[in-house]
């Protein structure tokens, strides 16, 4: 995975300019220093169209956070491959796999010019261990991303039938 430390001057840019993209969505409940620890801890990583961001099956590692462009997810399921949704900036990628561990449910796939700061599990862990504040916030904003998801794909399925 292609990817760079942030400075101190782009940090700041995109705490504040993430914040606003994430204002009603995902990770919603971060402060702007929540944001700022997190941004020290990630790398910047550039996709082009159709490159796999995150492969079905995979376990990630840590936590994607769109930064811009949009993603297709994408599912195998008996040789045939599904699209469930397409996420744009501000939306967290590999929140399944960072909460339980396991491989990734679905492929996500640039749909165009991509980047993501990625931030790894165990910085992740480090910064929620460090700061119970953080930890709190950062859970509510995944269970209320999680939850917005469940409704969709229910929504979803409802149609189906």
Known sequence: MKGNVLSVDVASRWSEELQRRVVAGTLNKLSVEDWNELLW?????????NDVVLEQGAIPGGLYVLTEGEVRIERQDHGRVLL???????SVLGEMSFLDQAGASATVMADGKVEVLFVETHDLA?????????????????????????????????GRF
């Open 84 to 90: 469930y949704t397409r996420l744009g900036p501000g």
């Open 41 to 49: 801890r990630a790398r910047v990583c550039e996709f082009k169209f």
């Open 126 to 158: 480090q910064l929620i261990e460090a700061d119970q504040g953080f930890g709190a916030r950062f859970y509510h904003s995944l269970a209320t991303t999680l939850s917005r998801r469940l409704r969709a794909t229910n929504e979803l399925i409802r």
